[in-house]
């Protein structure tokens, strides 16, 4: 490599550090808008190239004042895991290192560490060792994997092949859902031809929990193949359909039940908060992230199925040019959409070996503990509603009526001190934290929780508008 390319590779690492070290001391929000960042990087398309170095200097001088603080340490939006330092370092070696981890042969380092690391997987998560596991770009696209398995496998059974045949002419599958599902099952029904409107929608409890009167009601208006989609951990409750409940009896075989577990499947690597998912290990397949509570960079999430024959037929492409696997070797390609795509398994493996087991199972704990602190002291205070029960890393909360819900969101972004959104929960507004990024501290909690009701006590006392 000449100087020019090893100068590049440098000033990236450098610059990576930089803004890591930096990272609790940022504001916890982009300097700059969108439109403040289109308009400062906008340019004809270059005509002439640029060395390498001042390419990645620009790059880094860009992108800088448009860059959210997503992995800080007091950052609450969404449900975003913090990009972990070695997560990282093993994502740069995943660049470097250039494997296109299709199969077994063109990428040996690749495919077995994925390998290993999908059996660590199941371990961690106590599934069953023998299912099968995607690494995908996230649970989107493993609620789309794992139901595409879901629906062949169901049509197989009622004696039509879609993999070969398509849908049209095909027996028709039921889709049972939970209404507070997430809204990318929808967005998976919706690319698999099962639509997002020819759905049975399951009542669920303030919570967001599926009702298991409804749902055995709902189950019991018909026979044939049926898709169940059930949730471990609701985007802004944290909540869990009560798995124990429902899955308790065994289902006939026409019955696929899939649970979509983004950032919820990882109570089950905790002790204290195992308990909460209990029961969803008799489901046939789970979709969980890596890039949320496993703080892997993104794009990472796993698709996971009991029946790995299932999952295979569904996303196996076949060439002459490609191995055909003789013993039990296994290609990261057969349980994917992808052929080419970068090797996933080295920055989780990197994740899993760096934390063990325990750091884990620390790390959910330590989440779930200062949810908890956090929505003791928010409740503490006058014209403060925790809206949920904190059961896990969520806390949705509302401070006096709408309007006034969205002027404290919007005050404490514009602080700084720590980022948090908004969504709408029983058709009120609420402020939504979700704790969930790496290395947040007691003192990062508290600090937030202040700003936050510093926010709210600015707007509080704010003068009412006249009634119209
Ligand atoms: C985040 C999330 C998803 C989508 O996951 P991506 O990683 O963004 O693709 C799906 N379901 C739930 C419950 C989630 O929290």
Redesign the pocket.
């Known amino acids: 490599m000449d100087d020019d390319r090893q100068a590049a590779f440098d000033r990236a690492a450098k610059a990576a550090s930089a803004f890591r070290s930096a990272a609790g001391d940022r504001l916890m929000r982009p300097a700059a808008t969108y439109a403040q960042m289109l308009a400062a990087a906008r340019q004809a398309t270059p005509t002439t190239g640029c060395g390498a170095d001042e390419t990645i200097r620009s790059l880094v001088e860009l992108a800088e004042p448009g860059l959210h603080a997503m992995i800080g340490p007091r950052f609450f939006g ?2 975003i895991g913090c990009s972990h330092p070695v997560g990282v370092a093993a994502d740069w070696l995943t660049s470097a290192w250039g494997q296109n981890c299709g199969n077994h042969q063109a990428a040996p380092a690749g495919a077995a560490i994925e390998t290993v690391a999908a059996n660590w997987l199941l371990d961690l998560l106590a599934l069953p060792p023998t299912a099968s596991v995607g690494f995908v ?7 789309f994997v794992c139901l595409a398995a879901a629906r062949g496998e169901l049509l197989r059974r009622a004696g039509w092949d879609v993999e070969a045949d398509g849908l049209f002419g095909a027996p028709a599958i039921r889709v049972l859902i939970g209404e507070d599902a ?4 929808f967005a998976a029904l919706q690319m698999l031809g099962l639509g997002h409107r020819r759905l049975t929608r399951i009542a669920t409890d303030a919570q967001g929990r599926v009702l298991p009167a409804a749902f055995e009601a709902a189950l019991g208006k018909g026979d044939g193949p049926t898709i169940v989609i059930l ?1 471990a ?3 802004n409750t944290g909540a869990f359909d009560p798995f124990e409940q429902l899955l308790a009896k065994g289902r006939a075989g026409n019955v696929w039940v899939h649970v ?5 499947l990882w109570a089950r690597a905790c002790p204290e908060t195992a308990g909460l998912a209990a029961g969803l290990e008799r489901a046939n397949s789970w ?1 969980t ?1 890596g ?2 509570w496993l703080q892997t960079p993104y ?1 990472c ?1 796993y698709a996971i199925v009991r029946d790995e024959a299932a999952h295979r037929r569904a996303m196996t492409a076949a060439a002459s040019y490609l191995p055909a696997t003789a013993g039990d070797e296994r290609d990261p390609s057969h349980y994917v959409p992808e052929l080419s795509r970068r090797a996933r398994g080295f920055a989780t493996w990197a994740m899993i070996r760096h934390l063990g087991r325990a750091g884990i199972a620390d790390l959910v704990a330590r989440h779930c503990r200062l949810a908890r602190r956090m929505a003791d002291s928010l409740r503490a205070e006058a014209g403060v509603e925790v809206v949920n029960d904190v059961v896990l890393n969520q806390i949705i909360v509302r401070f006096g009526d709408d309007e006034a819900t969205r002027a404290v969101i919007a005050r404490v972004q514009e602080g700084g001190v720590c980022f948090v959104g908004g969504a709408a929960w029983r058709d009120r507004w609420v402020m939504r934290i979700s704790v969930i990024s790496g290395d947040l501290t007691q003192a990062d909690a508290d600090r937030s929780v202040e700003a936050i009701l510093q926010a709210w006590r600015e707007v509080r006392a704010r003068p009412k508008p006249p009634a119209p």
């Open positions: 969404w449900v770009t996230g649970a989107t696209v493993a609620n997430h809204t990318t099952v949730q951990g609701q985007i979509d577990g983004a950032f919820g979709a992230d890039h949320k794009d999430g």
